[in-house]
């Protein structure tokens, strides 16, 4: 389940705190208690995961005094005030502070419950959209979010990092759903260009006249201003560049060649090409893709993964599950077979789909994984690739698996591991070592 949002109960009078407190909690929330404004501050900051409920009238710091004192510790935290019976002004006053809202004492319980969900929901986005933020700008973080330790994976965090650093135009290839925008960002993000402005704009999502002044302006009024000069000094990333026509081509390389070397603007082009006879290469102008393609990237895709097709599945669908409310599927031997055997045309677009609707259809507790497969073919049983893959190979990506999903359940307990999967100590050890899961990563 997803973690419950706390709140900050701060009140003189011990009674109403507790019982503020006890109500909140019996809804649940996760609360603590502060007899005073000055306890209330050591413990609260920019990061404090939840929201805060105050009475206004309170020896020393008063509500308002406090209010404006966490506003300038974070302006998006979300406070309700409590004022007292004809305290109208002061609470009109509150929200012109910032208060998130304000209630009359004596309350109704479930007014104050109401609007707690509203400010944690509140909070919670706020949050989400931080960490978001955050994770776009750090490099390091965005190369964990390419989950796998496959060969091919890790070739590619290698090189992400290697032309990160490097300066020239990237072209970045792969087929639909394979991560190419992340891998996009990340080349961002661990290069000299981190703190300088991102800009993504897919070259399919408009038509030519529309796309020429989105990239190259003048723009019209109500239109945000030009790509190619909203990201000056910074990186420009242009989506299914195969859909530029021949003549904003050419006006794409003209700016490229008029910028000399060193860029000013880096240039990541994302080609998406799906026919099997056709190539970025052949539907660029020679010029255009010669200069883009100084630099490249082949995304890999899912098929060629191997044991990450598993790990990812399983970190889906615990996300999924905490996100529904649920337990995760169990993975049987089979499946997992089936898992990896799968073709996947979508790539990790289609593994996820798949995560949900299994962890879906284990809420109901109807269906398999095997008729997920089978439901995204035409075929009457689960499409396979024909590539052949040696058993040893199977055993191992499975027994990876089960070690890594039973350290997740029981959070890194080796005895309760032990236990479960009937391993003596040395030998889930050695097991942990080959596959390289450390304990530190589940406590």
């Known amino acids: 389940m997803t973690k419950a949002m706390k709140i900050a109960i701060v009140d003189d009078e011990k009674d109403m705190r507790q019982s503020i407190s006890q109500w909140l909690a019996l809804s649940g929330f996760d609360t603590e208690t502060f007899a005073s404004a000055e306890d209330a501050l050591k413990g609260l900051n920019s990061d404090y995961p939840g929201i805060v409920v105050s009475d206004i009238k309170m020896p020393g710091m008063d509500g308002m005094q406090f209010l404006k004192k966490l506003k300038g510790v974070d302006s998006s935290l979300p406070v309700i005030m409590i004022t007292g019976h004809g305290d109208v002004p002061m609470a009109v006053e509150a929200m012109r502070v910032g208060a998130f809202d304000f209630l009359e004492k004596p309350f109704n319980p479930d007014r104050m419950t109401e609007l707690a969900k509203k400010a944690t929901q509140t909070r919670r986005l706020t949050l989400d959209n931080r960490a978001l933020r955050k994770e776009l700008s750090d490099g390091s973080a965005l190369i964990k979010k390419l989950i796998g330790q496959s060969a091919p994976m890790e070739r590619l965090k290698e090189d992400i990092l290697d032309l990160g650093q490097a300066d020239g135009h990237v072209l970045v290839e792969g087929e639909t759903g394979t991560g190419k925008t992340l891998v996009a960002h990340a080349l961002h993000a661990v290069g000299a260009r981190a703190n300088k402005k991102f800009v993504l704009l897919s070259c399919s999502a408009f038509d030519e006249e529309t796309l020429g002044r989105r990239i190259f302006g003048p723009a019209e009024d109500g239109e945000p201003i030009p790509a190619i000069e909203e990201a000056r000094g910074g990186t420009l990333v242009l989506e299914d560049i195969e859909a530029l026509s021949h003549a904003l081509q050419a006006r794409l390389l003209t700016g490229i060649n008029e910028q000399g070397t060193p860029a000013e603007t880096r240039i990541v082009a994302i080609c998406n090409l799906q026919e099997q006879d056709k190539t970025c290469e052949s ?15 082949t995304v890999p895709p899912l098929r060629q993964r191997g044991e990450d097709i598993l790990t990812l599945f399983t970190r889906l669908s615990e996300q999924f599950a905490d996100e529904y409310g649920c337990d995760a599927p169990e993975v049987s031997a089979q499946e997992a077979a089936q898992l990896l055997q799968a073709p996947w045309p979508g790539n990790v677009r289609q593994l996820i789909n798949v995560a949900e609707r299994a962890v879906l259809q284990n809420r109901r507790g109807t269906g398999s994984i095997a008729s997920l497969l089978m439901a995204d073919t035409e075929e009457t049983k689960p499409a396979m690739t024909t590539e052949g893959k040696p058993l040893k190979e199977f055993v191992e990506a499975f027994e990876r698996m089960l070690i890594d999903n039973t350290m997740r359940r029981h959070k890194g307990s080796i ?29």
């Open 415 to 443: 005895v309760s591991v032990m236990e479960e999967l009937c391993l003596p100590r040395r030998t889930l050890n050695e097991k942990m070592a080959k596959y390289g899961l450390q304990r530190s990563d589940y406590l």
């Open 283 to 297: 539907v660029l102008r020679p010029d255009l893709f010669y200069r883009l393609a100084a630099l490249r990237i």
